[in-house]
């Protein structure tokens, strides 16, 4: 019983009192042919020291490799302050703020969130934070098709440049709701939303569009245009951001003429660890007038019966415990302790600390770059300018030589043809402000060792072939 | 005091970032930002003074008893948030290879198989993010199993009125239609609407059992038959699974498809409303629609699979592998407790519950079912008070804060009025709940003879009531520097 505290004696007052002889007869209700089987399979408790054991051999056998993968999930620095007080008790214990009274700590922190949140995109208002950024995607895109009520369409453009498990995770959210995606595709010289076929489209209803900045290649969108074409055919502007790069880009905000209308995205750059993929949070921001379409929580600042300032959830007719059938979104949750995270992470760098970071990861992102395409038959594959991810094509297969980097304990980057058959040899890689001068030799030392290694397999292969 | 104003110009935690400037020469005018965000301008110490002063303004698990129905929230053990943060598990990129994944993997594959046995399904993905999510991965493998028969013509849920809000809404998501079946007098499904409802046009039920009201569904058996004779199908919300963990499994109850809330039955942190988790399992026959990833093991190695290998899956709920550090905080735990202790779960949350129970009602309070046995939790209705005193269940909750408790869940469910749901939970000591008896006691006797002191609370708490209309009517969502 690790965290039971009753003893035996007053296990027998409770019963006594209740009336029973034994906690046996507090499942009476329960038909008899549904209870007690046993639980075969699972074995005994372990102690926290015998677990502490299990769970330090697993970490350690993972290894802690050299990574130089991004897609999605960035490897940044965490100020130490940020886990040491989002972990606190008061915070890491406590539960949704529905008794606003006792959970000002919570509320306020989500008030000052929704503030740098909102400030860091440009936008009027952001929510109190959804599961990651690729349902928030999808909570954008139902959002969207609800707001737009210009358009009868239900369907919504969606550029293959963005993430390609964003893209199946938005497939997932919104199928079932006669929601059609159309895909917009690339241009293969520059990387970027292919803009002819953009506006091809022009005419056409569609409730949306999507703008990812930087796209996943790590390439930056016309921004600007796109929004304009948007605007220009009564298309709402989804922005799917990098947060940290916001505090250099252009935000949402401000693009084209008047902005886009929903700005959403991953918030794990900043302050969540990798953590094998989550807990990350999503963020959504929005304008004033479509905050009442807007999905998650929101908390609001008002006053006390004494008039002091105070801090509660509010808007909650959008949501389920209300609206039930009718609601925004099925959305009970959000993702608390990483947007306190994120709150910590945001106030310790500042606005200043977060531009210094992306910088640092672009600057990286351009040695590395210049490193490996100095190797022997390496290239980058597209033209266009990119941010913290770039994309290099090999003289040969990409998996077989992440394999064999991986045997050398660095993580080279992302295969691109697994999403993208027409990448062929296309590898993605990124380097953060973590990534060291000697980490980035390192990586193209081993790399130029692999590729002469595996030219020299081929060529055996083939004098055996030729025999 | 907000962040923003201690901020200075030119303030900054100058640890935390890179010391050099880079340069941004190959990024062309037109993407950059033209204006700082405004962010605070903090230093280190001004910003953990901050949020340490704030983290002292909530209540919590760890300092006060918060007996929060239906949202179990119980001792967070601290060992399994230390081991879930090792560096090598937050240090590992959610698409490393497998190489270097086995040990993450191995604990997650174990993970499925336990949450699979303990609930008697076949299979067990952990992919969804939040309870939530799993409901919505739920009802989609509903629906996927029907269109894969040619079962079109099934285009409605239906959904006890008792239940979450989650469960109608997740229903809408997935396109259906959501039909209410009423509840009795003693909180069980009214079988005769049940019958009615059920037709051709029924895809399936969301149940959750033992349901809101605090009792356990008597009639589960026939209630599953009479769905399956339908050609509907079964889903259990595992909103409540804490009162029947190791006691009863869904799989026996005649459940096709379920979620478990790690958060709550797997004490897992609530962290201020999230991270959650809510993994789905399912009989054999809507296995194939599992959400992307899941964990296989071959007998060698361990491997995620995708949508290459499940062509049939109702495709992926998150970016990479969900809240996988939720999921390692929840096997920690479920490898603490192991068989027994999982048992014991159920034994003491509902030793607790009937114990409060009988005490609240030999003081004089009214508990919604009196007929009934609580399960983990219970109803009382303070309907009485309202009437006779003038004072509320909203009052009684505001009040108990002044006495040092979080209120139990107010004015859910619906359908009982002036409503406390209340759910102690295992992990408290007898005379924490003896303490609740008392507070209420108390509560009602100020009630009597000082009314003001009841409907004015809380008066202890950095702020008193709030203006909640106010709040919506003028929203201020986001601070703007004085003009």
Redesign the interface.
């Given at each position: 019983?690790?965290?039971?505290?009753?003893t035996e004696e007053?296990?027998r007052?409770?019963?006594e009192?209740?009336?029973?002889a034994a906690?046996d007869d507090?499942?009476?209700?329960?038909?008899a042919?549904?209870?007690?089987?046993?639980?075969?399979?699972?074995?005994?408790?372990?102690?926290?020291m015998e677990?502490?054991r299990?769970?330090?051999?697993?970490?350690?056998?993972?290894?802690?490799?050299l990574?130089f993968?991004g897609?999605?999930?960035y490897?940044h620095?965490v100020?130490a302050?940020v886990?040491e007080?989002a972990?606190?008790?008061?915070?890491?214990?406590?539960?949704?703020?529905?008794?606003?009274?006792?959970?000002?700590?919570?509320l306020?922190?989500?008030?000052?969130y929704?503030?740098?949140m909102?400030?860091?995109m440009?936008m009027?208002?952001?929510n109190?934070?959804l599961?990651?950024?690729?349902?928030a995607l999808a909570e954008a895109v139902l959002m969207a098709v609800r707001a737009n009520r210009g358009s009868k369409s239900k369907r919504v453009l969606i550029p293959r440049s963005v993430?390609p498990?964003?893209r199946?995770?938005v497939?997932?959210?919104v199928?079932?709701?006669?929601i059609e995606l159309e895909e917009l595709p690339y241009d293969a010289g520059s990387g970027h939303t292919d803009l002819e076929a953009l506006e091809g489209h022009a005419g056409e209803d569609f409730a949306a569009l999507i703008v990812p900045q930087p796209n996943f290649f790590g390439v930056?969108e016309p921004?600007?245009p796109m929004a304009e074409v948007a605007a220009a055919n009564g298309w709402l502007t989804i922005a799917l951001v990098n947060p940290l790069a916001?505090?250099?880009?252009?935000?949402p905000g401000?693009w084209g003429g008047a902005g886009a209308d929903i700005a959403c995205g991953?918030g794990q750059p900043l302050g969540a660890?990798?953590?094998?993929?989550?807990?990350y949070?999503g963020f959504l921001c929005t304008r004033q007038k479509l905050?009442r379409q807007m999905p998650g929580?929101?908390?609001?600042?008002?006053?006390?019966?004494?008039g002091?300032?105070?801090?509660?959830l509010?808007?909650?007719?959008r949501?389920?415990?209300?609206?039930?059938?009718?609601?925004t979104?099925?959305?009970?949750?959000?993702?608390?302790?990483?947007?306190?995270a994120a709150?910590?992470h945001?106030?310790?760098?500042?606005?200043?600390?977060?531009?210094?970071?992306a910088?640092?990861c672009?600057?990286n992102l351009?040695r590395l770059v210049e490193k490996l395409t100095a190797l022997e038959g390496i290239e980058p594959r597209f033209a266009g300018?990119a941010?913290h991810e770039s994309v290099l094509k090999l003289p040969m297969e990409v998996a077989g030589v992440?394999?064999t980097l991986?045997?050398h304990n660095i993580?080279g980057g992302?295969d691109l043809q697994r999403d993208y058959p027409e990448l062929e040899n296309c590898l993605l890689v990124c380097a953060t402000?973590s990534r060291t001068d000697e980490d980035l030799e390192k990586y193209a030392v081993n790399l130029e060792r692999v590729l002469a290694s595996r030219r020299q397999g081929a060529c055996a292969t083939m004098v055996r072939f030729d025999l | 005091m907000?962040?923003?104003q201690h901020s200075r110009p030119g303030r900054?935690?100058r640890?935390?970032?890179?010391k050099?400037?880079?340069?941004?020469d190959?990024?062309?005018e037109?993407?950059?930002?033209?204006s700082?965000?405004?962010?605070?301008?903090?230093s280190?110490l001004q910003?953990?003074r901050?949020?340490?002063r704030?983290?002292?303004?909530?209540?919590?698990?760890?300092?006060?008893f918060?007996p929060?129905g239906s949202?179990t929230?119980?001792?967070?053990?601290r060992?399994a948030?230390?081991?879930a943060?090792?560096?090598?598990?937050?240090?590992?990129?959610?698409?490393?290879?497998e190489?270097?994944?086995?040990?993450?993997l191995?604990?997650m594959h174990e993970l499925q198989?336990?949450l699979a046995?303990?609930t008697?399904m076949a299979a067990v993905s952990l992919a969804p993010?939040?309870?939530?999510?799993g409901?919505?991965a739920g009802v989609?493998m509903i629906?996927a199993y029907h269109q894969a028969r040619g079962d079109g013509g099934r285009t409605e849920i239906l959904v006890p009125d008792a239940a979450?809000?989650?469960n109608?809404?997740?229903?809408?998501?997935?396109?259906y239609r959501?039909r209410e079946i009423p509840t009795l007098a003693e909180g069980d499904v009214d079988l005769e609407a049940l019958r009615r409802a059920l037709g051709p046009q029924t895809a399936g039920i969301m149940l959750t059992n033992p349901s809101t009201l605090g009792?356990?569904e008597?009639h589960?058996?026939t209630i599953a038959e009479m769905v399956h004779e339908a050609g509907g199908l079964l889903y259990y919300d595992g909103a409540n699974l804490n009162a029947?963990l190791?006691?009863?499994?869904p799989g026996?109850?005649g459940f096709d498809v379920i979620h478990v809330n790690l958060?709550k039955t797997f004490?897992t942190?609530?962290?201020?409303?999230?991270?959650?988790a809510g993994p789905v399992g399912v009989g054999e026959r809507l296995a194939p629609y599992l959400?992307v990833p899941l964990v296989d093991f071959d007998g060698h190695d361990y491997r995620l699979l995708t949508?290459k290998e499940r062509p049939e899956s109702?495709?992926?709920?998150?970016?990479?592998?969900?809240?996988?550090?939720?999921l390692?905080r929840a096997y920690?735990y479920?490898?603490?407790?192991?068989?027994?202790?999982?048992?014991?779960v159920a034994?003491?949350s509902?030793?607790?519950a009937?114990?409060l129970m009988?005490?609240l009602r030999a003081a004089g309070f009214t508990p919604a079912y009196p007929s009934?046995?609580a399960t983990h939790e219970f109803i009382i209705t303070l309907k009485q008070e309202a009437k006779e005193l003038g004072v509320n269940a909203m009052d009684f909750?505001?009040r108990l804060?002044d006495l040092g408790m979080?209120?139990p869940?107010t004015y859910?469910p619906l359908l009982v009025p002036e409503c406390f749901l209340i759910e102690p939970t295992?992990?408290?000591?007898?005379e924490t709940l003896d303490a609740f008896v008392e507070a209420m006691v108390r509560i009602r006797e100020e009630a009597r003879e000082a009314p003001e002191k009841v409907k004015?609370a809380?008066w202890t708490?950095?702020?008193?009531?709030?203006?909640?209309v106010?709040?919506?009517r003028e929203?201020?969502?986001?601070?703007e520097p004085p003009a």
């Open positions: 019983m690790p965290f039971i505290p009753h007053e296990l007052q409770m019963l009192t209740i009336g029973v906690i507090l499942f009476d209700e329960i038909p042919a549904l209870r007690a089987r046993s639980l075969e399979g699972i074995g005994p408790g372990l102690s926290e677990i502490s299990l769970m330090q051999e697993k970490a350690r056998q993972d290894g802690q490799p990574c993968i897609a999605g999930a490897d620095h100020p302050a886990w007080i972990t606190r008790g008061e915070f890491y214990t406590a539960y949704t703020p529905y008794q606003a009274e006792a959970s000002q700590g919570t306020q922190l989500l008030y000052e929704q503030t740098m909102a400030e860091l440009a009027e208002v952001s109190a934070s599961y990651d950024g690729a349902s993430h498990a964003y199946a995770t497939r997932t959210i199928r079932n709701q006669g930056l921004a600007d916001m505090a250099l880009l252009k935000p401000e991953d660890p990798l953590s094998s993929g989550g807990p949070f905050v929580r929101l908390v609001g600042r008002t006053r006390d019966l004494e002091r300032e105070g801090f509660t509010t808007l909650q007719a949501e389920q415990h209300i609206r039930r059938s009718k609601a979104s099925n959305i009970c949750t959000n993702q608390g302790l990483m947007v306190t709150t910590l945001m106030a310790l760098l500042g606005a200043e600390g977060l531009a210094r970071t910088a640092a672009h600057a351009g300018p941010f992440l394999r991986a045997a993580l992302y402000e | 907000l962040i923003f900054r935690a640890a935390q970032a890179p050099e400037k880079a340069g941004l190959a990024i062309p037109q993407f950059l930002r033209r700082r965000p405004r962010l605070p301008e903090v280190e910003a953990v901050h949020y340490t704030l983290s002292q303004k909530n209540f919590s698990i760890d300092t006060q918060y929060l949202c929230m119980k001792y967070n053990p060992g948030n230390r081991l943060m090792l560096p090598g598990f937050l240090a590992r990129h959610p698409l490393a290879p190489s270097h994944s086995q040990g993450f191995s604990a198989e336990i046995k303990v008697g993010m939040a309870g939530a999510q409901e919505f989609a629906r979450h809000g989650t109608p809404a997740s229903a809408v998501m997935c396109g959501v009792v356990f008597r589960i058996a029947i190791g006691r009863v499994r026996d109850m958060h004490s942190p609530h962290g201020g409303g999230g991270p959650g959400p949508e109702i495709g992926r709920l998150s970016a990479f592998a969900g809240n996988a550090g939720v390692l920690v479920a490898k603490m407790l192991g068989a027994e202790g999982m048992r014991r034994d003491y509902t030793l607790n009937n114990y009988k005490r009934r046995r909750a505001k804060l979080h209120a869940t859910f295992e992990t408290e000591a007898k004015g809380p708490l950095p702020v008193r009531r709030l203006d909640d106010r709040a919506a929203p201020d969502l986001k601070w």
